[in-house]
């Protein structure tokens, strides 16, 4: 795909693919709302504030390398591979909103 076509897959992923799934009865994700999401996975995807590596908004300025790598952990979040619970943590650890912010290693 090309970086257009990656950045409009994330998108999607973010805006309603992620949401809808976190709105399911049966799913016990800590967020769902579009914009959480789009922070967890864009941290990830930066190892720290997205917004310290990638000028805003996010969506215009992504490369092809970033788009992909949001589009791959979404993808992973959505089949359980990637635990949302540590990405979410992680990404609050980075930006300083837990009290203990003693994350573990792992990695997504």
């Not at 959480?36 to 990830?44: A, E, S």
Request: include cysteine.
């Amino acid at each position: 795909m090309d970086r257009d076509a990656l950045v409009a897959k994330y998108l999607e992923l973010t805006r309603e693919q992620l949401p809808q799934r976190a709105a399911a009865p049966e799913v016990r994700w800590p967020v769902r709302y579009d914009h959480c999401f789009q922070r967890i996975v864009l941290d990830h995807v930066c190892q720290g504030v997205w917004y310290e590596h990638i000028a805003k908004p996010a969506y215009r300025n992504l490369t092809a390398r970033q788009a992909a790598d949001a589009v791959s952990l979404c993808d992973r979040i959505i089949s359980g591979e990637a635990d949302l619970h540590w990405l979410n943590q992680q990404s609050l650890a980075w930006r300083g909103k837990l009290r203990n912010t003693a994350v573990s290693e792992r990695r997504f």
